[in-house]
């Protein structure tokens, strides 16, 4: 029995380690309530593997009593922007679809994910984002790109 508690305790920490620490540059309310109000947030996200590109998500986040301890389960609507904001450099070869960012949307069940897929034949990076649950996903999704300048190649795996 112990040991299962440590194993679920080492998995929870682990998934929090590889979780993408977004920047949260603001957000509006949408439905008040006394305990917290439910809200809009705009997070940025630096892509770890392409310096001078960031993602801003836009996601709705739920307020009140459960949203303030972090167990509430935040709705799957999600929407993705992401621009070049500097020179162009990759830290290494890309993989042609990669998983770059993901966030838990609610205590262990929903998790949001921003993937990266290179589209070689037009020299631009494309980011999609979705929510997934352990029993059953969304279909609901944003995609953006990002054009690599001429004269830059994108390294790939």
Same mark, same amino acid.
């Given at each position: ?6 194993? +679920?305790?080492? $998995? /929870?920490?682990? %998934? =929090?380690?590889?979780? *993408?620490? /977004? &920047? ?9 309530? $006394? =305990? %917290?109000? !439910?809200?809009?947030?705009? &997070? /940025?996200? @630096? !892509? ?21 301890? %972090? #167990?509430?389960? !935040?709705?799957? &609507? *999600? ?8 020179? #162009? ?8 679809? @990669? @998983?770059?960012?993901? &966030? ?14 290179? @589209? ?8 999609? =984002?979705?929510? !997934? ?11 953006? +790109?990002?054009?690599?300048? *001429? %004269?830059?190649? #994108?390294?790939?795996?």
């Amino acid at each position: 029995m112990k040991s299962s508690l440590k194993l +679920a305790a080492l $998995l /929870a920490c682990a %998934g =929090t380690l590889a979780t *993408a620490h /977004a &920047e949260q540059i603001g957000s509006v309310n949408t439905n008040f309530r $006394l =305990t %917290g109000s !439910d809200r809009v947030v705009v &997070e /940025a996200y @630096d !892509d770890p593997q392409v310096k001078g590109v960031t993602c801003y998500v836009s996601r709705a986040r739920t307020g009140g009593v459960k949203g303030t301890l %972090g #167990i509430a389960e !935040d709705p799957t &609507e *999600a929407s993705i922007a992401c621009r070049q904001v500097g020179a #162009i450099s990759f830290t290494g070869p890309l993989k042609q679809q @990669d @998983d770059v960012f993901n &966030e838990r949307m609610s205590f262990l069940f929903k998790t949001l994910h921003v993937v990266r897929v290179v @589209d070689a034949k037009r020299n631009a990076l494309v980011y999609l =984002t979705y929510s !997934d649950r352990v029993v059953s996903g969304s279909a609901k999704n944003s995609v953006t +790109a990002v054009p690599v300048p *001429a %004269g830059t190649a #994108i390294p790939l795996r």
